[in-house]
Protein backbone atom coordinates (compact mmCIF):
# COMPACT_ATOMS: atom_id res chain seq x y z
CA UNK A 1 0.00 0.00 0.00
CA UNK A 2 1.23 3.38 -0.82
CA UNK A 3 2.06 5.39 2.50
CA UNK A 4 0.51 8.30 1.08
CA UNK A 5 -3.17 6.45 1.32
CA UNK A 6 -2.26 6.18 5.26
CA UNK A 7 -5.69 6.25 6.04
CA UNK A 8 -7.73 4.52 3.07
CA UNK A 9 -8.05 1.56 4.33
CA UNK A 10 -7.56 1.69 7.98
CA UNK A 11 -11.07 3.06 9.55
CA UNK A 12 -12.92 0.37 7.65
CA UNK A 13 -11.21 -2.34 9.76
CA UNK A 14 -13.19 -1.41 12.67
CA UNK A 15 -14.88 -4.75 12.75
CA UNK A 16 -13.50 -6.84 9.70
CA UNK A 17 -11.69 -9.82 11.22
CA UNK A 18 -13.59 -10.77 14.52
CA UNK A 19 -14.18 -14.22 13.81
CA UNK A 20 -14.85 -16.46 10.64
CA UNK A 21 -15.74 -14.96 7.24
CA UNK A 22 -18.10 -15.37 4.07
CA UNK A 23 -20.82 -14.18 2.90
CA UNK A 24 -23.28 -12.09 5.41
CA UNK A 25 -26.73 -14.20 6.42
CA UNK A 26 -30.42 -12.55 6.37
CA UNK A 27 -30.74 -8.02 6.15
CA UNK A 28 -28.88 -5.97 8.67
CA UNK A 29 -29.95 -2.10 8.71
CA UNK A 30 -26.83 -0.30 8.56
CA UNK A 31 -25.65 2.20 10.11
CA UNK A 32 -27.02 5.16 10.31
CA UNK A 33 -24.76 8.45 10.37
CA UNK A 34 -25.33 12.27 10.78
CA UNK A 35 -26.21 12.97 6.68
CA UNK A 36 -26.25 16.48 7.37
CA UNK A 37 -22.96 17.24 8.62
CA UNK A 38 -21.33 14.68 6.29
CA UNK A 39 -22.68 16.79 3.44
CA UNK A 40 -21.52 20.14 5.08
CA UNK A 41 -18.50 18.82 5.86
CA UNK A 42 -17.83 17.47 2.26
CA UNK A 43 -17.04 14.11 3.07
CA UNK A 44 -17.64 11.35 0.50
CA UNK A 45 -19.01 7.43 1.08
CA UNK A 46 -15.95 5.36 0.36
CA UNK A 47 -16.91 2.03 1.09
CA UNK A 48 -20.21 0.17 1.73
CA UNK A 49 -19.02 -3.42 3.23
CA UNK A 50 -21.32 -6.03 4.64
CA UNK A 51 -20.11 -9.48 6.15
CA UNK A 52 -20.39 -12.00 8.46
CA UNK A 53 -18.01 -11.42 10.98
CA UNK A 54 -19.02 -14.03 14.16
CA UNK A 55 -20.11 -17.44 14.84
CA UNK A 56 -19.60 -19.15 17.97
CA UNK A 57 -21.47 -21.05 20.61
CA UNK A 58 -21.99 -19.23 24.03
CA UNK A 59 -23.89 -20.04 27.19
CA UNK A 60 -25.18 -23.60 24.84
CA UNK A 61 -26.37 -21.14 22.29
CA UNK A 62 -24.96 -20.93 18.83
CA UNK A 63 -24.88 -17.03 18.16
CA UNK A 64 -23.82 -15.12 14.67
CA UNK A 65 -22.83 -11.56 13.63
CA UNK A 66 -23.25 -9.55 10.64
CA UNK A 67 -21.17 -6.27 10.57
CA UNK A 68 -22.41 -3.45 7.81
CA UNK A 69 -19.62 -1.13 7.66
CA UNK A 70 -19.86 2.88 6.42
CA UNK A 71 -16.42 4.61 5.35
CA UNK A 72 -16.52 8.14 4.53
CA UNK A 73 -13.44 10.30 3.53
CA UNK A 74 -12.85 14.33 3.96
CA UNK A 75 -13.10 14.89 -0.17
CA UNK A 76 -13.28 18.55 0.91
CA UNK A 77 -9.88 18.15 2.98
CA UNK A 78 -7.84 16.26 0.30
CA UNK A 79 -9.02 18.46 -2.52
CA UNK A 80 -7.95 21.05 -0.24
CA UNK A 81 -4.30 20.04 0.33
CA UNK A 82 -4.02 18.41 -3.16
CA UNK A 83 -4.63 22.22 -4.81
CA UNK A 84 -1.90 23.73 -2.08
CA UNK A 85 0.15 21.08 -2.43
CA UNK A 86 0.21 21.44 -6.59
CA UNK A 87 -1.04 17.70 -6.98
CA UNK A 88 1.72 16.23 -5.02
CA UNK A 89 -0.16 14.74 -1.79
CA UNK A 90 -3.67 13.97 -2.78
CA UNK A 91 -4.52 11.27 -0.08
CA UNK A 92 -7.50 10.85 2.20
CA UNK A 93 -6.47 12.54 5.07
CA UNK A 94 -9.32 12.54 7.84
CA UNK A 95 -11.59 9.39 7.52
CA UNK A 96 -14.85 8.20 9.43
CA UNK A 97 -16.60 4.62 10.07
CA UNK A 98 -19.50 3.36 11.47
CA UNK A 99 -20.59 -0.52 11.75
CA UNK A 100 -23.80 -2.28 13.25
CA UNK A 101 -22.88 -5.65 14.75
CA UNK A 102 -26.12 -7.28 14.71
CA UNK A 103 -26.35 -10.76 16.59
CA UNK A 104 -28.75 -13.67 16.06
CA UNK A 105 -30.09 -14.26 18.19
CA UNK A 106 -30.70 -10.82 18.90
CA UNK A 107 -28.20 -10.08 21.55
CA UNK A 108 -30.67 -9.29 24.50
CA UNK A 109 -32.35 -12.57 24.10
CA UNK A 110 -29.04 -14.68 24.80
CA UNK A 111 -29.52 -16.11 28.12
CA UNK A 112 -27.26 -14.99 30.96
CA UNK A 113 -25.90 -11.25 31.08
CA UNK A 114 -22.58 -12.89 30.95
CA UNK A 115 -22.63 -14.23 28.04
CA UNK A 116 -24.08 -11.19 26.02
CA UNK A 117 -20.90 -9.33 28.31
CA UNK A 118 -18.77 -12.11 26.47
CA UNK A 119 -19.93 -11.29 22.85
CA UNK A 120 -19.89 -7.14 23.35
CA UNK A 121 -16.61 -7.55 24.66
CA UNK A 122 -14.99 -9.90 22.76
CA UNK A 123 -16.74 -7.69 19.62
CA UNK A 124 -15.29 -4.66 21.18
CA UNK A 125 -11.58 -5.85 21.53
CA UNK A 126 -11.18 -7.17 18.23
CA UNK A 127 -12.49 -3.99 16.19
CA UNK A 128 -9.79 -1.90 18.45
CA UNK A 129 -7.06 -4.94 17.07
CA UNK A 130 -7.84 -4.82 13.77
CA UNK A 131 -8.08 -1.29 13.63
CA UNK A 132 -4.69 -1.07 15.17
CA UNK A 133 -3.08 -3.48 12.86
CA UNK A 134 -5.12 -1.46 9.78
CA UNK A 135 -3.44 1.88 10.97
CA UNK A 136 0.13 0.01 10.99
CA UNK A 137 -0.45 -1.68 7.25
CA UNK A 138 -1.42 1.80 5.95
CA UNK A 139 1.59 3.33 6.55
CA UNK A 140 1.36 4.77 10.40
CA UNK A 141 4.51 4.27 12.56
CA UNK A 142 3.90 4.53 16.55
CA UNK A 143 1.14 3.70 17.01
CA UNK A 144 0.03 3.27 20.45
CA UNK A 145 -3.77 3.42 21.91
CA UNK A 146 -4.42 4.62 24.91
CA UNK A 147 -8.07 4.08 27.45
CA UNK A 148 -9.72 7.17 26.68
CA UNK A 149 -12.75 6.34 29.17
CA UNK A 150 -16.46 6.56 27.92
CA UNK A 151 -18.13 9.32 25.20
CA UNK A 152 -21.56 9.73 25.61
CA UNK A 153 -23.36 9.54 22.00
CA UNK A 154 -26.70 10.14 20.94
CA UNK A 155 -28.38 6.38 21.57
CA UNK A 156 -28.34 7.43 25.40
CA UNK A 157 -25.34 4.93 25.91
CA UNK A 158 -21.75 5.83 27.18
CA UNK A 159 -19.73 4.16 24.88
CA UNK A 160 -16.09 2.80 25.35
CA UNK A 161 -13.80 4.99 23.56
CA UNK A 162 -9.89 4.24 23.08
CA UNK A 163 -7.46 6.99 21.59
CA UNK A 164 -4.69 6.50 19.25
CA UNK A 165 -1.85 8.59 18.70
CA UNK A 166 0.61 7.91 15.67
CA UNK A 167 2.89 9.22 13.11
CA UNK A 168 2.59 9.26 9.04
CA UNK A 169 5.83 9.66 6.52
CA UNK A 170 4.99 11.67 3.63
CA UNK A 171 7.38 12.12 0.52
CA UNK A 172 8.73 15.45 -0.78
CA UNK A 173 7.31 17.04 -2.74
CA UNK A 174 8.48 19.57 -5.73
CA UNK A 175 7.71 22.53 -7.68
CA UNK A 176 8.86 24.67 -10.83
CA UNK A 177 9.99 28.03 -10.42
CA UNK A 178 11.38 29.81 -13.61
CA UNK A 179 12.46 26.30 -15.03
CA UNK A 180 14.22 24.79 -11.70
CA UNK A 181 13.24 22.34 -9.45
CA UNK A 182 12.43 23.14 -5.92
CA UNK A 183 11.85 20.56 -3.60
CA UNK A 184 10.59 20.62 -0.51
CA UNK A 185 11.63 17.69 1.99
CA UNK A 186 9.02 15.03 3.11
CA UNK A 187 8.90 14.44 6.92
CA UNK A 188 6.06 13.02 9.24
CA UNK A 189 3.13 14.68 10.99
CA UNK A 190 1.32 13.51 13.55
CA UNK A 191 -1.81 11.47 13.69
CA UNK A 192 -5.16 10.93 16.21
CA UNK A 193 -7.58 8.47 15.83
CA UNK A 194 -10.47 6.93 17.99
CA UNK A 195 -12.84 4.53 18.52
CA UNK A 196 -15.63 4.42 19.82
CA UNK A 197 -18.27 0.97 20.72
CA UNK A 198 -21.41 0.34 22.58
CA UNK A 199 -24.30 -1.84 23.02
CA UNK A 200 -27.78 -0.84 21.35
CA UNK A 201 -31.08 -2.12 20.66
CA UNK A 202 -29.59 -6.05 20.90
CA UNK A 203 -26.48 -5.34 18.71
CA UNK A 204 -23.44 -3.27 18.76
CA UNK A 205 -22.58 -0.14 17.37
CA UNK A 206 -18.72 0.73 16.38
CA UNK A 207 -17.99 4.06 15.37
CA UNK A 208 -14.14 6.12 14.50
CA UNK A 209 -11.63 7.96 12.42
CA UNK A 210 -8.76 9.23 12.02
CA UNK A 211 -7.49 12.66 11.64
CA UNK A 212 -4.41 14.82 11.09
CA UNK A 213 -3.10 15.96 14.59
CA UNK A 214 -1.02 18.82 13.41
CA UNK A 215 -0.13 21.22 10.47
CA UNK A 216 2.42 21.16 8.03
CA UNK A 217 4.57 23.63 7.37
CA UNK A 218 7.60 23.80 5.36
CA UNK A 219 10.50 26.22 3.69
CA UNK A 220 12.71 25.07 0.65
CA UNK A 221 15.28 27.18 -0.85
CA UNK A 222 16.82 27.03 -4.25
CA UNK A 223 19.68 28.67 -5.63
CA UNK A 224 18.85 29.93 -9.18
CA UNK A 225 22.10 31.88 -9.69
CA UNK A 226 24.93 33.87 -7.34
CA UNK A 227 22.48 36.62 -7.19
CA UNK A 228 19.04 35.23 -6.71
CA UNK A 229 17.68 32.86 -4.33
CA UNK A 230 13.77 31.37 -4.25
CA UNK A 231 12.39 30.69 -1.45
CA UNK A 232 8.85 28.80 -0.92
CA UNK A 233 7.28 28.69 1.84
CA UNK A 234 4.30 25.62 2.44
CA UNK A 235 1.72 25.65 4.95
CA UNK A 236 -0.88 23.57 4.51
CA UNK A 237 -3.25 25.21 7.20
CA UNK A 238 -4.41 22.03 8.69
CA UNK A 239 -6.67 22.70 11.59
CA UNK A 240 -6.33 19.40 14.34
CA UNK A 241 -8.85 20.85 17.38
CA UNK A 242 -11.20 21.09 14.14
CA UNK A 243 -11.00 17.80 12.68
CA UNK A 244 -11.19 16.03 16.58
CA UNK A 245 -14.33 18.29 16.91
CA UNK A 246 -15.19 17.11 13.47
CA UNK A 247 -14.90 13.43 13.99
CA UNK A 248 -16.13 13.27 17.16
CA UNK A 249 -19.40 14.92 16.07
CA UNK A 250 -20.15 12.56 13.59
CA UNK A 251 -19.32 9.15 15.98
CA UNK A 252 -21.22 10.24 18.89
CA UNK A 253 -24.69 10.58 16.20
CA UNK A 254 -24.05 7.05 15.16
CA UNK A 255 -27.26 5.30 15.33
Known amino acids: MDRRQFLAGAVAAGVAGLAGCGAASGTVRPPSL ?7 GGWERTRAD ?24 DAALRADVREKTLG ?4 PLSNVFASRVAFSPNLADVP ?5 EELAARAGEVAREQFESQLSSAGLTDVSASDGGTLTVETGE ?26 VEGGSVAVDGLLASWVHDGGLLIAGGA ?18 TVSIDVDLGLT ?3 YREEVRGI ?3 VE
Not at 53 to 69: C, F, K, Q
Not at 112 to 116: F, G, I, M, T, V
Not at 161 to 183: K, N, P, Q
Open 158 to 183: DATLTEYSAAFEFDAFSAEVRDETVT
Open 88 to 91: ALDA
Open 251 to 253: VTR
Open 211 to 228: YPAENVARTAEEELSEAI
Open 112 to 116: LESAR
Open 34 to 40: PEDRLDE
Open 50 to 73: TEEVLSRSVAGTDVTATAVTRVYD
Open 240 to 242: PDA
